[in-house]
């Protein structure tokens, strides 16, 4: 397995690059392509997702039933993990848990979300830069990078099919090159069969939607005064976690392809610096101020130490 990693880390990082590739704004078009071609046809995917963890095997399909997305991801080795979207609604099922059913727009656990970002939005934070093309699972590729012009984020591969503009392959690296995730098409086939083999699930009866706890909307006393640039928060709550006597307050970003949170507890004796990185996933604890600063994201290390760093605390009224 590790030297089936280091094998397509060298291939992410090197094979297909030009001296005189450039940043071209048909790229971005291309892209954008991919968002809709992803959301819009019927189609299945047979792929691997490599990390550092290992390697998994995957089918996902999707197809339009009545205008909505009728989607199915299924883990292909092992024990049956499934993943269900019928228009709005995501259901779970894990061996040895309860299935349960929540809201959103699409399969996280799926298609990397490169794949559903708006590209217009990005637009002026990332280049989307052409590097040729090339052939994955027997199909002629576009291939593209997504490079953050202020070099604080990770960056990303994709390689498109030519004809249905679908990911064949998506690699995260790392500001160093290195590839932090992959996501590879082995087959897949675009075809109203697809639609056909989708129907049993568009009558099943699926798990009830669960009501996520929301915690309170209040201003707090402190805020980054740097983060990257194109971020936004989205999001903003106080809550009291389970491990936690203390409330935990957090502000959530996002640059639309990204996100990272910056949370706040009070600190005590067991407070200390930390620094934790797991693949994408950085979490870096500070203490400042009788405060225990924790940014958790989708960041490199040094980005998410500068955004703690930044914090700024108001004074007490």
Known sequence: MKQLWCAMSFVATGLFFSVNASADVSSGALLQQMNVASQSLNYELSFISINKQGVESLRYRHVRVNDQPLAQLLQMDGPRREVVQRGSEISYFEPGLEPFTLNGNYIVDSLPSLV?????????????????????????????????????????????????????????????????????VIAFSVNGQVASNMQTLAKASLPPLLSLPVGDNVDFNWMPSWVPQGFEQVASSRRKLPTLEMPVESRLYSDGLFSF???????????????????????????????????????????AKRIADSLKFKAAQ
Request: with cysteine; hydrophobic share 35%; aromatic share 8%.
């Open 261 to 303: 949170s910056v949370n706040i507890s009070p600190a005590n004796q067991n407070s200390s610096e930390q620094l934790l990185r797991t693949g994408r996933r950085t979490v870096m604890t500070t203490v400042r101020d009788n405060a225990e600063i924790t940014v958790v994201g989708e960041l490199p290390p040094q980005t």
């Open 116 to 184: 559903y970002t708006d590209f217009k939005r990005l637009s002026p934070y990332y280049d989307f830069i052409s590097v040729g093309r090339t052939r994955i699972a027997d199909r002629l590729c576009e291939v593209i990078r997504v490079v953050a012009r202020d070099g604080t984020r990770y960056s990303y591969i994709v390689w498109m099919d030519e004809e249905t503009h679908l990911p064949m392959r998506v690699d995260l690296l790392d500001r160093d090159g290195e590839t932090l995730e992959q996501f590879r």
